[in-house]
């Protein structure tokens, strides 16, 4: 067990770590299992948690609208890169279900800009293989495609 003053100033280190950059639990985990003892630590994230400083939900929000402003990604892309964050699989689909139509739409509009950007380098079928293999749905590039001849 651990005393008030012990929990205290381990939490002040993990607050002052979240509060610098917004955190997945995860990364939480990843940056204090070696020097908070494992049930402290789950205690001080719980407590996080609940007072609203960690929210994986709010985390995922946030870094695709992040995505969507700053990157041309396909959503496999956007996946890989919240999963790596440590956030679940499940939390990623609830997300991506939800905004299915804006993520498509995003999509889409990414792959028309890296279009246009190696169009002068690329042949068609070589601008769709790079672009399967990075990942985008081939019914997006095809509408990307479309939204270019118009």
Do not use: C, H, P, W
């Not at 956030?87 to 139509?101: A, G, H, R, T, W």
């Amino acid at each position: 067990m651990y005393t008030i003053e012990e929990y205290d100033k381990e939490k002040s280190k993990v607050l002052k770590y979240v509060l610098y950059k917004k955190r997945t639990k995860q990364e939480i985990k990843n940056k204090f299992s070696s020097s908070i003892e494992s049930e402290m630590l789950n205690d001080i994230i719980d407590e996080l948690e609940e007072i609203g400083y960690i929210n994986d939900n709010e985390y995922i929000k946030r870094s695709i609208n992040d995505f969507i402003k700053l990157n041309n990604m396909s959503l496999k892309e956007v996946r890989y890169k919240l999963m790596a964050k440590g956030i679940s699989n499940d939390l990623i689909d609830d997300y991506m279900q939800e905004n299915e139509e804006m993520l498509e739409d995003y999509e889409i509009e990414s792959a028309k800009k890296i279009i246009i950007k190696k169009q002068n380098q690329m042949e068609e079928d070589e601008l769709i293989k790079y672009l399967l293999k990075k990942g985008y749905q081939t019914s997006n590039i095809r509408q990307a495609i479309e939204k270019m001849d118009e």
